[in-house]
C-alpha cells in the first residue's frame, strides 16, 4: 500500500540522523497533511505544524516567524533534534528562497532542526526545488489512493472505484451521489483549479483552461490533436498555450496528457496527446448518469474502466518513477506503453468499446517489447490489474 509505505519511509527518513529536507507533492485530498500528522504523532520528536493555507499574505516574513518559533521551541524543550512542517508551502512567493537561507543557517550554527514540507502544485514545487536547494532535499509523490487502499479503508469493490475514484475524503458520500458530485465539483476540482492553478501561476484566458480540462475529462482515454479541438473550446487559443495549460492541470493532479512512444524523443514531445485524468472521480462527477445507470450503458462503462486503467498507470508512473506513454500507427494503437530500467511493456485494454485494429502485432515486430499485456476481456480480469504495481511487471 502506498500510504503504508509513504509513513514508514519518512518515520524511518525523521529518525535518521543526516537531515535532509522533506518533501511532500502530490493533488489536493489525497492524505498528504494527514500523513505527516500521523507520522509526527508517533516519532516521538516535538515539532511544530504550520499551513500557508487560508493565511492573509503569507510571505517569507511569516515563513521567517514560523521556522524561529520552531527554533525557539526547540531551544525551550531541551531536544536534540526538533521538526518544522509547512503544509502549502507553495502559496508564499519565493518560499525556496527563504528555506535555503535558513537552512544553511540551521547548518552552519548546528540548529538540529528538521524540516517537512508539502503542496498541491508539482510544478511549482519542482521548480523552486532545482533553482534554490539542489543537494538538500529528498522528493516524495503522494499520488491519488489505488484500489487496494480504497478496498482496505472503506470496502469498495473495483466498480466503485472505477465509478468514483481514489478520493479517500469522499468516501462516506458515495451513497447521497449528487451530494458526491457536488462536493468533487466544489471541494476538489474548484479549489485545485482556482487555488492552485489560476492564484499561483500565470494564465492569460482561465476561461480556456478550465473548458479544456472539463473538455479532456469527457475524452479520457482518448488522443486527440490540440488543433483539432481548438474548435470545441469556448475561447480562441493556440497549440502552445493548450499544451501549457494542459501540464498545469497535470501538476494539479488532475488531467495529463500522454506522450506517444516512437523512441524518437523530439517526435514524442511534438505528437498528439492522450488525454488522461488521474483520478476517474473526475469524469463521474460531471456525467449526468449515477452508479446505478452507468454500468448498463456499455460504451460510456468501457470508457470509464479504461480511465480507470489509464489513471491506475499515470499514478504508479509518477510514484514508481516508470515512463508511460501510447502507440498508434494508421488505425493501429497500443492503448499503453512502459519504459522502465531499459525494459518496455506493452499494454492492451478491452473493455468492450469499439474502435481501432489492435496494434499489439505491429507493435511487436517494430520495438520487440520485453512483455506485452492484455487487460480485460480475454486476458488480465480489470479488477485484479488494478490491485498489481505495474512496476513489478518487468
Not at 115 to 122: I, T
Not at 137 to 153: K, P
Amino acid at each position: 500500500m502506498f500510504q503504508r509505505a509513504h509513513f514508514q519511509t519518512l518515520e524511518k527518513r525523521l529518525k535518521e540522523h543526516r537531515a535532509v529536507i522533506q518533501v511532500l507533492a502530490g493533488p489536493r485530498q489525497v492524505g498528504k497533511t494527514t500523513l505527516v500528522g500521523q507520522v509526527l504523532s508517533a516519532i516521538g520528536i516535538p515539532s511544530h505544524s504550520v499551513s500557508a493555507d487560508g493565511v492573509a499574505n503569507a510571505g517569507a516574513a511569516w515563513l521567517e516567524q514560523q521556522w524561529e518559533t520552531a527554533r525557539v521551541k526547540c531551544r525551550q524543550s531541551g531536544a536534540t533534534e526538533y521538526i518544522l512542517a509547512v503544509d502549502e508551502i507553495q502559496k508564499i512567493p519565493n518560499w525556496s528562497e527563504t528555506v535555503k537561507a535558513n537552512w544553511d543557517a540551521d547548518t552552519r550554527l548546528g540548529i538540529p532542526l528538521k524540516v517537512v514540507l508539502l503542496g498541491s502544485s508539482r510544478l511549482l514545487l519542482q521548480q523552486g526545488l532545482t533553482e534554490s536547494l539542489a543537494g538538500r532535499f529528498e522528493l516524495t509523490y503522494i499520488g491519488h489512493w489505488s484500489l487496494a487502499e480504497m478496498q482496505e479503508s472503506f470496502g469498495f469493490t473495483a466498480e466503485q472505484f472505477a465509478w468514483f475514484g481514489g478520493y479517500p475524503g469522499t468516501a462516506w458520500l458515495i451513497e447521497e451521489e449528487f451530494r458526491w458530485k457536488k462536493y468533487v465539483t466544489d471541494a476538489l476540482i474548484e479549489p485545485s483549479i482556482s487555488r492552485d492553478i489560476l492564484a499561483l501561476t500565470r494564465v492569460d484566458k482561465p476561461a480556456l483552461l478550465r473548458r479544456l480540462f472539463e473538455l479532456g475529462c469527457l475524452y479520457s482515454g482518448q488522443i486527440l490533436a490540440f488543433n483539432k479541438i481548438l474548435g470545441q473550446l469556448l475561447d480562441v487559443g493556440n497549440v502552445t498555450t493548450l499544451a501549457h495549460y494542459l501540464t498545469l492541470l497535470d501538476s494539479a493532479g488532475l488531467l495529463g496528457g500522454v506522450e506517444k512512444f516512437s523512441g524518437d524523443q523530439i517526435r514524442q514531445r511534438q505528437s498528439s496527446p492522450k488525454f488522461q485524468v488521474h483520478n476517474t472521480a473526475l469524469i463521474s462527477a460531471q456525467m449526468p448518469e449515477v452508479f446505478s445507470e452507468i454500468r448498463a450503458i456499455p460504451e460510456k462503462w468501457g470508457r470509464v474502466v479504461e480511465s480507470a486503467v489509464g489513471a491506475h498507470l499515470l499514478n504508479h508512473a509518477r510514484q514508481e518513477g516508470f515512463r508511460l506513454f501510447y502507440w498508434r500507427e494508421g488505425n493501429q494503437e497500443v492503448d499503453f506503453v512502459l519504459q522502465h530500467r531499459g525494459k518496455t511493456l506493452a499494454i492492451e485494454v478491452k473493455s468492450g468499446v469499439l474502435r481501432g485494429t489492435s496494434g499489439m502485432e505491429t507493435f511487436r515486430k517494430k520495438f520487440s517489447p520485453d512483455k506485452m499485456l492484455l487487460v480485460g476481456r480475454d486476458g488480465l480480469p480489470w479488477e485484479i490489474f488494478l490491485q498489481t504495481n505495474p512496476a513489478e511487471l518487468f
